[in-house]
């Protein structure tokens, strides 16, 4: 090997060097932000519909050069905050072409909102459809639809679910009397009820112990932050007793964060953002001639659009 | 052996049994939540719910029965008013702590009336039922108080409560009937049959008062009257079960025929076919038309109670094989969890809570007609 070629290794690796080293930086720098956005309760948005003004810039992508859809939705993500909440339109679109049934989404959420047993916001249906040899298998996720006219809000007998001010349906769990009433009403099967179960519940108590059920179900019991409230699980205090069900994240939009189910999509299945933007992404694909809403015919207005 | 006084023991002796066993299910429900409930996000409502539809139709159907002592002032019913009422007030408890168990967090429920939706059918009931216990303590409190007069201001309140009792009992029917999505129960006709099963479910249980309990002079052809009302009430019940399901049937609508094979021919085929029909049906159709059983005071009693045993299957029927029908295909193995099923027998400690709640208005009913002083010197009441 010349010396030439040996410098030109040497310089490629010195390169590499400093572009891993750069790259690690923009993730710290990256990361470092991210935990100002969540740790700082100055940027976490009133839901009152109040236009964000803390919003922070979007986190440049490591290698600078690389833009893929979720970068752009949360740039786009960010211009809708500007906006006042009853001109943001915020809608999912789901790219069932692009699912391959991996459930990464369904446990970002559970991991996202803490939930408990038996609580899930976003499962995906897995169905398996004809008959020997014409047969296929399809998978859909199903979040909450967020209805334009959801049939669960007028059932529930104290106002306690309501549409807020962005046209996400929300649960107010202080309000909540565990009726049911409104799972019972969903066309969609997208609320669940929590009976206040843990997954370390039958761990064997043993008392000061690393491996008893005090210490397992610790990390249960931390707050979760839904509608951007730290709510951890004490006794029989809400959302235990509640009805529950997504809420398309909204405390990470309102930080400027993208639904945790969106970020964790590996094939970009999941879109999210304001569909009054006409340059959005979502406002892009729901324009397409293939989109499909599910139960159209209940008129309940879904705002989740599925593309087949 | 059957005699009244040993009938009457018998209960007792059945309602304390049933609040003991019942203990379990309140210290459970009450110290450690719903953990133990086998109903859960998608079979939403359970066997509480089911026994809160049955209580409340016995209760209004009860009112509706007293309307012909207070309000309608037929001779023959004289004196069976006040009992009829008394066995309204223990059965809307009854059907209110039914449903105070099924709430997640029961301690909110003064929202309710502070803080309610009105456009909701279930704030509707929750103040429809709390007026309506007024009513009821009211109606009894003036007709005690007139004795064996009926005055123009009874009639009043009793023809009130008696269009109310009609209202509300519909109501609980349009409680479901509004959930568009559910086929099945989404028929105008659902809250239509409410108020005729209530009043079959309160002549019911009026009958086996009447049988058991009582010792006037027009006893026996009360008995034979309201036997009479039953069977043609059954006939009436089955005629619109029938047209239900054979509509539902005939139509083809994927979400109703599964919900009504559920119910004909699914895992508990038998509660509806040997406890709805068999026992609650046929048996009491045919023992009530033939005049010599019907004339039978424990007889007739007894399928007064088994017509109720029927009816609270009945509304079981109607409640849950409704929500064992998934809103979407491939829900059920979607996601697995607990409280995550689409099948549903009630749990221990939902079977116990509902002893404990049938044992405590037993008990009611029966220390009431031993104790009030209003039955202990009625005529009309046994002793």
Known sequence: ?308 | MFTQKNIKRLLYILGIIAVVLGIFGFYNRLFFGERDVNYGSYVTWGLWVAMYLFFAGVASGCYMVATLDYLFDVPLFKGTGKLALWAALVTLPAALISIGMDLGHMERIWKVYLQPNFNSLLAQMVWGYTIFGVVILVSLWVAVRAKDNRPLGLKVFVGVGFVLSIFISGGVGALLGVNASRAVWHVGLLPAQFPIFSLASGVALVLAIVSFFTNSANRARQQRVLGIALVILLLIKTYILWSDFSMSLYSGVPQNVDAITQVLYGEYWWAFWLVQILLGTIIPIVVLVIPRWAQNRYLAGVMGILILVGFASARANIVFPALTVPELGGMAEAFSGPHLGFEYFPSLMEWSVTMGIVGLATLAFLLGIDRLPFFKDSAEVAR
């Open chain 1, 1 to 308: 090997m010349s010396d030439a070629n040996i410098k030109q290794e040497s310089d490629l690796t010195r390169r590499n060097f400093l572009r891993g080293l750069m790259g690690a930086a923009g993730a710290a720098t990256a990361i470092a932000t991210y935990e100002t956005f969540v740790n700082d309760p100055q940027l976490v948005l009133a839901q009152d519909g109040t236009p964000a003004a803390d919003v922070p810039a979007m986190i440049a992508s490591a290698d600078g050069d690389h833009f893929d859809n979720v970068e752009r939705m949360r740039t786009e993500l960010v211009r809708a905050l500007q906006k006042p909440a009853a001109e943001r339109r915020w809608v999912m679109v789901i790219d069932l072409r692009k699912c391959v049934g991996c459930h990464a989404c369904t446990i970002s959420c559970v991991a996202e909102n803490k939930l408990p047993p038996g609580v899930v916001y976003r499962p995906v249906l897995d169905e398996e459809w004809g008959t020997y040899p014409n047969v296929g298998r399809r998978f859909i996720p199903r979040p909450c639809m967020q209805c334009d006219n959801p049939p669960c809000t007028p059932v529930c007998p104290v106002n306690a679910t309501f549409k807020n001010g962005e046209g996400i349906v929300e649960v107010d769990y202080d309000q909540c009397i565990g009726c049911r009433a409104c799972l019972a009403a969903c066309p969609y099967g997208a609320r669940t009820a929590d009976f206040g179960l843990t997954y370390t519940g039958t761990t064997p108590i043993a008392a000061g112990l690393l491996v008893g059920q005090d210490k397992a179900e610790s990390y249960e019991r931390v707050a979760n932050y839904e509608y951007g409230e730290a709510r951890p699980r004490e006794g029989h205090e809400s959302p235990i007793g509640n009805a529950r069900k997504c809420h398309f994240c909204l405390h990470r939009v309102h930080v400027g964060e993208l639904p945790a189910c969106v970020t964790t999509c590996i094939g970009r299945a999941t879109l999210y953002g304001d569909a009054n933007d006409a340059d959005s992404l979502v406002a892009e694909m729901i324009a397409s001639p293939n989109v499909i809403r599910l139960k159209e015919e209940l008129g309940t207005e879904p705002r989740v659009y599925y593309l087949a």
